[in-house]
């Protein structure tokens, strides 16, 4: 089962046709990956006051498969994965909530890949130990029914 992240778009999240504007998708589906990785024990601001390790992104995708417009209730299923001990990357599905049945086929698909640096030097540096923990255990996407 993938780690799981429920939002409602908002009007905000749209563009002048009412449509899911794309960078928004992005920010959500980031949203996802942080409170996932905080519900697994990434204190965030210690992340910072230390100053030891930054995780910028240093690719993203996205596809979208349907509309996404406002008032939609989504599901977004995360499935992060370990590249090397410097770097990984989150697979993100994209589902219209629908808790009485099984999801449909995606609205969207979405990739992020990020690395870790020293934010003081920019050199490519080790994971967090509960960023690797978080890898380690997460779902696998050939793991899911879609």
């Not at 240093?58 to 008032?71: C, E, K, M, N």
């Not at 977004?76 to 009485?100: C, G, T, V």
Request: glycine share 4%.
């Amino acid at each position: 089962m993938a780690y799981a992240y429920r939002r409602t778009i908002h009007l905000a999240d749209t563009d002048a046709a009412g449509v899911v504007y794309f960078a928004q998708l992005l920010h959500i589906c980031h949203e996802a990956y942080e409170i996932c990785l905080t519900e697994n024990g990434m204190d965030w601001s210690g992340l910072l006051r230390e100053g030891t390790v930054a995780l910028p992104i240093v690719h993203s995708a996205i596809d979208f498969l349907r509309p996404i417009t406002w008032g939609d209730r989504l599901d977004i299923q995360l499935y992060p994965e370990l590249e090397n001990f410097r770097q990984f990357k989150i697979s993100y599905r994209i589902f219209k909530e629908n808790q009485d049945s099984p999801p449909e086929s995606p609205l969207a698909t979405a990739l992020t890949r990020h690395v870790a640096i020293n934010p003081r030097t920019r050199q490519r540096c080790s994971l967090p130990p509960v960023v690797e923990t978080w890898l380690r255990n997460a779902p696998k996407i050939e793991d899911s029914k879609i």
